[in-house]
């Protein structure tokens, strides 16, 4: 059976710990949150090109069949970012 003295000696170990690993764990849920917003950022550039790539077939369908080149302009417009 653990004496009272070996439990406050266990219970300052963990109360010395605690600060150093509340720090580990915001620095973790910062990194966290960071992958998580790059991630999005990822995703929507991904997006965005897939769009680029969907208008520029488009077009190029539309010349296979001779569909005038302003026309085509002012249908699906380029975006230039």
């Known amino acids: 059976m653990i004496d009272n003295k070996q439990y406050l000696i ?4 963990i109360e010395e710990r605690k600060p150093k690993l509340l720090e580990q764990e915001s620095t973790i849920k910062i990194e966290k949150l ?3 917003a790059a991630r999005k950022h ?3 550039e991904k997006e965005r090109l897939q769009l680029n790539v969907d208008i520029l077939w488009q ?4 010349l296979e069949e001779r569909v005038s080149q ?3 302009d002012s249908a699906l417009p380029l975006v230039n970012d």
Do not use: H, V
């Open 10 to 13: 266990m219970q300052f170990g």
């Open 34 to 36: 960071r992958a998580e």
């Open 42 to 44: 990822l995703n929507l």
């Open 59 to 62: 077009r190029a369908q539309l």
């Open 70 to 72: 302003g026309d085509i």
